[in-house]
């Protein structure tokens, strides 16, 4: 299962990943953005994820912070 990763970047350039569980890569931007302020900026990351220690628990439809 590919999980989408987003890249969120703050005003101050700091930048941070999120992971949108089970959501497709259509919608995991608009789902994260719901999650952030609207001064930061959201985009679609080509970094991948495996289903490792930092998504233990998630549940599909979730979006966490995964950095």
């Not at 989408?4 to 259509?26: F, N």
């Amino acid at each position: 299962m590919r999980i989408p990763i987003v890249e969120v970047t703050a005003p101050d350039g700091a930048k941070s990943l999120w992971a949108a569980i089970s959501i497709p890569d259509r919608e995991a931007v608009t789902a994260v953005k719901k999650m952030i302020p609207e001064s930061h900026t959201a985009e679609l990351s080509v970094r991948k994820v495996s289903l490792g220690q930092k998504l233990n628990g998630a549940h599909p439809g979730e979006v966490i912070r995964i950095d």
